[in-house]
């Protein structure tokens, strides 16, 4: 018999056990130990058989125990400091508004991302992205900054992956019902669900309710299709994360941005909310959000320029990734199709968002419709996720400020973050908290700084020791049970499992790779020469053993095949003892496969990976890294906390244009000697430093290194400094443009845009002459030269401009590198002809090869950057 319907029927809680439903139903217990252990005392055995989620617990617990709950006066009081420690928690005053700047902060940032990973409870992301956003909102939340996070909730999530018996993916997708999930839906006042709306074409609309959890203080709303007034067809739009074609996703995306924009209205309404002065796009899928706020802009009176003034003022965009996949390019038809007329964005003309969306730049595509190219001219401010990424996404747009240089490209970088508290691992917690207490150790751990991670140093190696070699233990316990149930899986009967209880030994040097499996990362790049990675597995002296793990996306069979491989090689009865890959890699499994791992294993094709995380998280539990110089790793690599795995790409910041034309031949060649180089220093560095014992058994040298990550790499991964940046350094900034642009002056600045724009043809740069110029083309250092210029400005006004030399060293075909401004101030003029005389020093202060040119820029003070309007006049331009 099938149910026609479905219910949830919740237990009711004794009256005393009430606040346990509001500690079930804030996520912050994902990230406190100590609510977890109030939790796990309800009742150990279902803890247990529900994976650790407090809302599935308190759905099973029989009722006879929960009244011996209520009538327990030390359990009570256990649950009392709990909710007490919440409440303080949920309404003290923070960083955030304790800060000397607190009054330039915005009132609210509202962040938006397709995917969020707060807790294995709530499986609604595919990796590192979605991780990334629950560690943003979570950090955010320690700081006291006032975020709403903006997502979707997907019905099946992600898929869950196992294997069949020949080691090829399986997926499937659980169905997630809402009243499972620690969420709860926004109503309106009349108690009826809030509701979203959205016009599609052929007189269809798209309706959507919102569900919020609770992530400590920080709100996270989730746009769910699944509601009876849908069509078949719109109800599935919210179906999956990362699922069907280009339409859907479309759809999905037009949900996110627009809809999203609506559920952050609609929540401020109903709650009192502060309204968000910024709206962060977490990588270009959600940048219909800009889309929607210039809609409401026109609403209220704002023509399309000025409302684009407006909305971009309070917009930041970070870009995620150098790799083209990861980008969404649609279908230009398509879009006008949904975005064109009666569709989702009455008033806002079609073309006008088509021109948003066009690939400009030498190369483009001119039927598609860029979702990162829209991201960048919606948002004043952008950023890539680490130093080295941010420059190789200045060179890859590039192409959309032509005339400027890439590292004048209006791009900047944050380094990602984890969340520390999520991450580390009890007992790593313990450790320090014990030298300075619980309250000092938290603080260390949010909100950051290096000074309360010196008294690590402090710690002894055994201590160190003894902690690693615990946490290595019961990764050992943990890949075994694993193991077993995957075998089960593939259909192993349990008599044929005894070997399982043989596989990895808590004393040998154990080494994680776990990830997503696009082709950049390279899982298999260990196999590369199998008869070497064999004899380093069962190595007579110095053996190693490595856990794997990753899911390929369903739709990337080559993927699926490089899983295969691998757990092919690690099912050979040779070393299944010392190699095993473990499926279904998600949160649950990354918190104890980080701290049980000596070391953390990257491989990708630099620069493809923009940032990653997992190596963090693996770092603040005391694992080394050894990495590519690829992405964070490239910025803080020392010799204390790891190794740097040669590449084959030459220094510099190597082009992703040419990754895309590399022949398969180099691409060969490259693995070859990248996986040469990572045998050798396993075998001759890593190993021989793990087990060099000296007195009582310690191996000092890969202590020290241990204690050196913690303390010296420890508090530079930290979500809460990635966050501070970001306050700082982006919402700020955003805020004060965005009060900055009221109706009138978004007005004024978008034609004066216009003005400019018309006007800049006739700027050029007449004439140069520099005073003491030496005559034999040298100088000494410490000259200045006295420069003076004439500029023709056409109809624009000196005030419209900022004339500059532009000074550096110079390269053998004269490009200038290292390049400095010096500006120029008007000395005379107009002259008949509209021309106006630039003068100023410019003070000759490096030695050897030096040149200089001189540009005019178009000035405004509500310009984030000279590069803005992507307008520059040189000597000779015209
Ligand atoms: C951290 C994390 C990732 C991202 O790891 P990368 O190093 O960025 O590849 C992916 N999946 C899970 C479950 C994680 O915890």
Redesign the pocket.
């Known amino acids: 018999m099938k149910a026609i319907r479905r219910f949830t029927v919740r237990p009711v809680l004794p009256e005393p056990l009430r606040p346990l439903s509001d500690l079930a139903r804030n996520l912050r217990w994902s990230w406190h130990t100590e609510t977890r252990d109030l939790f796990q005392a309800v009742d150990p055995d279902g803890w247990r058989a529900c994976d650790g989620d407090p809302v599935q617990l308190l759905g099973a617990v029989p009722a006879g125990r929960l009244a011996e709950l209520a009538a327990d006066r030390r359990f009570l009081r256990r649950l009392t400091a709990a909710a007490d420690d919440l409440d303080d928690y949920l309404h003290g005053r923070r960083w955030y508004q304790t800060h000397p700047r607190a009054a330039e902060f915005p009132a609210a940032v509202a962040y938006f991302s397709p995917e969020f990973?707060v807790t294995a409870a709530l499986p609604q992301y595919s990796?590192?992205l979605g991780?990334l956003a629950g560690d943003h909102l979570k950090a955010a939340s320690d700081l006291g900054a006032p975020l709403i996070g903006v997502g979707l909730l997907y019905r099946h999530g992600y898929f869950r992956q196992s294997l069949s018996r020949d080691g090829w993916q399986q997926e499937h997708y659980p169905l997630l019902d809402p009243d499972e999930l620690p969420v709860t839906l926004l109503r309106e006042p009349d108690g009826g669900p809030a509701q979203i709306s959205l016009a599609l074409p052929a007189g269809r609309s798209l309706r959507a309710h919102v569900w919020v959890a609770r992530v400590g203080r920080v709100p996270l709303l989730m746009l769910d299709s699944d509601v009876e007034e849908n069509g078949p067809g719109e109800r599935d739009v919210t179906d999956r994360l990362y699922g069907g074609g280009s339409e859907h996703r479309l759809l999905q995306e037009m949900l996110l941005g627009i809809g999203g924009v609506r559920a952050v209205r609609t929540y401020c309404r109903l709650t009192g909310h502060p309204e968000p002065e910024v709206f962060h796009t977490n990588e270009g899928h959600a940048g219909f959000l800009g889309l929607e706020r210039i809609r409401e802009a026109g609403e209220a009176g704002l023509g399309f320029d000025a409302a684009l003034e407006a909305v971009r003022a309070g917009t930041v965009f970070t870009t995620h990734t150098p790799v083209p996949a990861g980008i969404d390019r649609f279908d230009r038809e398509l879009v006008t199709r949904h975005l064109g007329d009666r569709g989702a964005l009455p008033g806002v003309p079609v073309d006008r968002i088509l021109r948003l969306g066009t690939e400009t730049y030498p190369g483009g595509d001119p039927q598609v419709f860029n979702m990162a190219v829209m991201g960048l001219r919606l948002a004043q401010r952008a950023n890539g996720v680490s130093t080295l990424h941010g420059a190789v996404s200045r060179g890859m747009f590039a192409g959309l400020w032509p005339g400027f240089d890439a590292d004048e490209v209006p791009i900047t970088s944050i380094t990602n973050g984890?969340h520390a508290p999520t991450w580390v691992a009890p007992e790593v917690f313990r450790l320090g908290a014990r030298r300075i207490g619980a309250g000092r150790a938290e603080d260390a751990l949010t909100v950051g700084g290096s000074d309360p991670w010196n008294p690590v140093a402090g710690i002894p190696d055994a201590e160190i020791w003894e902690l690693r070699r615990e946490l290595r233990e019961q990764l050992v316990t943990e890949v075994r049970a694993r193991l077993r149930a995957s075998w089960r899986q593939r259909g192993a009967g349990a008599a044929e499992l005894g070997w399982v209880d043989g596989v990895l030994d808590p004393d040998v040097l154990t080494i994680g790779f776990?990830?997503?499996v696009p082709s950049y990362?390279r899982l298999t790049l260990m196999l590369r020469d199998r008869d070497r990675l064999r004899s380093l597995l069962l190595h007579s002296e110095r053996p190693v053993q490595i856990v794997v793990a990753g899911k390929a996306h369903p739709a990337d069979d080559g993927g699926k095949r490089l899983v295969q491989e691998l757990v092919r090689f690690a099912d050979d009865p040779r070393v299944r003892h010392r190699i095993a890959f473990l499926p279904d890699?998600?949160?649950a499994?990354?918190q104890k496969l980080y701290p049980g791992c000596d070391v953390w294993l990257?491989n990708p094709l630099r620069p493809l990976?923009a940032?990653?995380?997992?190596?963090m998280?693996a770092a603040l539990n005391g694992c080394l890294n050894l990495s590519v110089l690829d992405g964070w790793w490239d910025e803080w690599y020392e010799p204390d906390f790891g190794w740097a795995i040669p590449t084959a790409d030459g220094d510099g910041i190597p082009a992703v244009s040419a990754m895309s034309t590399m022949s398969v031949m180099d691409e060969d060649r490259r693995d070859d000697l990248e996986a040469a180089a990572l045998y050798e220093l396993i075998e001759n560095r890593v190993a021989p430093r793990f087990y060099d014992r000296g007195p009582g058994g310690l191996p000092h040298h890969w202590v020290q290194m241990v204690r050196r990550t913690l303390a010296v790499l420890g508090p530079k991964v930290l979500a809460g400094r990635m966050v501070r940046e970001y306050v700082e350094r982006l919402y700020a900034p955003a805020a004060g443009a965005h009060r900055a642009l009221d109706a009138a002056t978004a007005g004024q600045l978008a034609g004066w845009k216009a003005r400019v724009r018309g006007a800049w043809p006739k700027v050029a740069v007449d004439h140069v002459e520099a005073v003491e110029h030496a005559p034999a083309g040298t100088a000494e250092l410490g000259v200045v030269l006295a420069l003076r210029v004439r500029v023709a400005l056409g109809d624009l006004a000196p005030d419209d401009v900022e004339v500059q030399a532009v000074a550096g060293r110079v390269d053998a075909d004269d490009a200038i590198t290292e390049a400095r401004p010096y500006p120029l101030k008007p000395a005379g003029g107009p002259d008949l002809e509209g021309r106006v005389v630039y003068e100023g020093p410019l003070p000759l202060d490096r030695t050897g090869a030096f040149g200089y040119t001189i540009r005019v820029l178009p000035s405004h003070p509500l310009l984030a950057s000279p590069a803005d309007l992507g307008l520059v006049a040189w000597p000779g331009t015209r």
């Open positions: 990973g990796g590192g991780i984890v776990a990830r997503r990362k890699y998600g949160m499994m990354a990257n990976e940032c990653g995380t997992s190596g998280k």
